[in-house]
């Protein structure tokens, strides 16, 4: 067995896939490690930002219970219940760092710093939306806290003054303050613009409740203005327009300053409502947040966390190798065994098992089906050359035997003598005619002619050519053809190709018989059909009816058939000429030879002829 030359490393199939997977594998590691670290990078940086959210969230929790209690007293449950919310550890001490309340069990050590201060009089963030810009948290309401009646009085009030705003195009919306007032606000949250049909006065008109706490306000701030002379010269009552800038109403304390409140005269009204509120509002507190059972915040790579990176990543390479592998050989074996295969002798024909269904398989598979047709070609070569030296060696024995008895005396050379020699002469030419003609289609140097011809002009023609003959042989012979379908042939050959099946269709029929010929539109295509009513042809002899030398008769005798080299001429010609040419036969019932041929113009007027 030959063996094929040996390929350099460098380029066989083995090593490429190797390298091409490890490179793969490689880049995926990589690519993957630099997407857990950008994610956990990310991750990391949401976390933050979402625990200072959540400890935003629980400053503004705890600082609003400060607001609403006058001590820290039952605040315990809340932090328990906000440290289970927020998967944080929540502790509150004094000032003096006493513990006030805390999530964790007793005795557990408080983080080194306290995130912030819990004090509801002196906030540095906004804790609740509305929040005033004196750091004043607004639900510290204390004495402004408005009873039941008093709210039920408000909102229909403002109810009122919703209904009106609406009747002249003016849009709002009711809101609830901390002290029970109820506000008109736009839709953008900030204050409604009030038209003047509306602008009763009553809505904003302190309630007996608030009126009572606006006076001991006044009395707080006229102490700081007696401070301060020059303080006490620009002083502006406490309820300015009639209306509450006492943490009550925000939009109008924002609208207080903004009317020309002094910045030492607003010190003053905020110092004034520290003291006021002061004593409904729990006291100051440091406010320590932490994780919950202490376990440290981050991302720590750790040397542990390196080797476990680094074992997989050798893990993933090896598993990679392994497999490529195992898949290269698979695949490189049944390559060098069509390798092999190929090189060897053709006369052997080699062949490789087909032991796979995928791609090398099909590839196997195409090999031996390639193998199989060089056989047959092989077969068809060896018969084609035993066939063309029989039909060429029955004329010339003929003449030469005619020539023999001639030259030795035995038979006078009279006319007859010479139309027979004339005859297998004819037919030697013929027979060397067509092999020239199969030669050239072969070889792709078939010159065709074309131009535009009438195809009852074709039908008449062949019929013409062959009516004597079918006259002889008591054989009726029938034309049909559509009026007006042209075809865009060479005439000489096409005429050859009708020729050939009329010749072949009165061959095989009997006397008495029918040969009809038709040339029909069907469309794109002129549709030409010749069909008789001789033996037919057998099922498994249809396949080769266009085959060189093929005869259903096997004893090949002249008299039941000719050279068969007729119908391969057809199917060459017609496929020379774009077309298609089939067979169809029942055994008895004659046979039906059809060419299909791209028209040049189409119409649809039939004539028939005889």
């Not at 607004?138 to 004495?143: E, K, M, N, W, Y």
């Not at 009747?167 to 609830?176: A, E, W």
Request: charged content about 25%.
């Amino acid at each position: 067995m030959r063996r094929g030359p040996r390929i350099p490393w460098r380029k066989s199939l083995l090593v490429r896939l190797l390298l091409t997977s490890m490179t793969i594998a490689v880049l995926s590691v990589g690519a993957t490690a630099w997407l857990a670290v950008e994610t956990t990078t990310r991750a990391i940086q949401e976390e933050r930002g979402q625990v200072l959210s959540d400890d935003t969230d629980i400053l503004r929790q705890l600082s609003g219970f400060a607001a609403t209690h006058a001590d820290w007293s039952g605040v315990q449950p809340s932090v328990r219940a906000l440290s289970r919310t927020m998967g944080r550890r929540i502790a509150l001490t004094t000032e003096t760092g006493r513990t006030i309340a805390d999530s964790a069990a007793a005795g557990t050590a408080l983080p080194a710093r306290a995130s912030a201060t819990v004090d509801p009089l002196t906030t540095d963030t906004y804790t609740e939306p509305g929040a005033q810009l004196a750091g004043i948290d607004p639900r510290a309401v204390g004495p402004y806290l408005l009873t039941a009646t008093e709210r039920t009085w408000v909102k229909t009030v403002a109810e009122k003054r919703l209904v009106c705003m609406r009747r002249y195009t003016s849009d709002g919306s009711l809101q609830q303050l901390p002290s029970g007032r109820t506000v008109v606000i736009a839709p953008d949250g900030g204050a409604a613009s009030v038209p003047l049909e509306c602008a009763d006065g009553v809505l904003n008109t302190p309630t007996r409740t608030e009126q009572k706490a606006l006076d001991e306000l006044n009395v707080l701030a006229k102490r700081c203005f007696d401070l301060d002379p020059k303080k006490g010269r620009d002083a502006t009552p406490v309820g300015i327009g009639g209306e509450l800038i006492a943490g009550v109403d925000t939009p109008a304390g924002d609208r207080a300053r903004g009317l020309g409140v002094s910045r030492q005269t607003q010190t003053c009204v905020d110092s004034a409502r520290r003291t006021q509120l002061d004593p409904y509002v729990a006291p100051r507190a440091r406010l320590y947040l932490g994780n919950l059972g202490g376990q440290p915040a981050g991302f720590d790579l750790s040397l542990t966390n390196k080797a476990k990176i680094i074992g997989v990543t050798a893990f993933v390479l090896a598993v990679t190798i392994a497999m490529t592998t195992v898949v290269a050989i698979r695949l490189v074996r049944p390559l060098r065994a069509l390798t092999v295969a190929a090189q060897q002798p053709p006369q052997r024909h080699a062949r490789v098992a087909v032991t796979t269904k995928d791609e090398t398989g099909y590839l196997a598979a195409a090999f031996n089906d390639l193998t199989a047709r060089r056989e047959q070609l092989e077969a068809q070569r060896k018969a084609m050359v035993s066939d063309i030296a029989h039909e060429l060696r029955t004329p010339l024995t003929n003449i030469r035997g005619w020539l023999e008895v001639t030259r030795d005396g035995l038979v006078e050379p009279d006319p007859d003598l010479i139309a027979a020699l004339h005859d297998e002469a004819l037919l030697l030419q013929h027979i060397i005619d067509d092999l020239r003609d199969l030669a050239a289609a072969d070889a792709g140097t078939l010159k065709l002619h074309r131009e535009p011809v009438r195809a009852d002009d074709l039908v008449a023609q062949a019929v013409s050519a062959h009516s004597t003959r079918a006259e002889s042989a008591g054989i009726r012979l029938h034309a049909h053809a559509d009026h007006g379908l042209w075809l865009d042939v060479d005439p000489v050959r096409m005429r050859q190709v009708l020729g050939n099946l009329i010749s072949n269709a009165l061959r095989h029929t009997p006397t008495g018989g029918t040969v009809t010929f038709t040339a029909r539109d069907s469309g794109d295509l002129a549709v030409l059909t010749v069909e008789d009513t001789g033996s037919g042809i057998a099922p498994e002899d249809l396949p080769h009816v266009f085959e060189r030398f093929w005869r259903a008769e096997k004893s090949r005798s002249r008299h039941t058939g000719g050279s068969g080299l007729g119908l391969s001429i057809v199917r060459q010609f017609v496929e020379a000429h774009g077309g298609t040419v089939t067979a169809d036969s029942e055994p008895g019932k004659g046979a039906v030879l059809t060419i299909r041929l791209p028209c040049a113009r189409c119409e649809v007027f039939a004539v028939s002829g005889e």
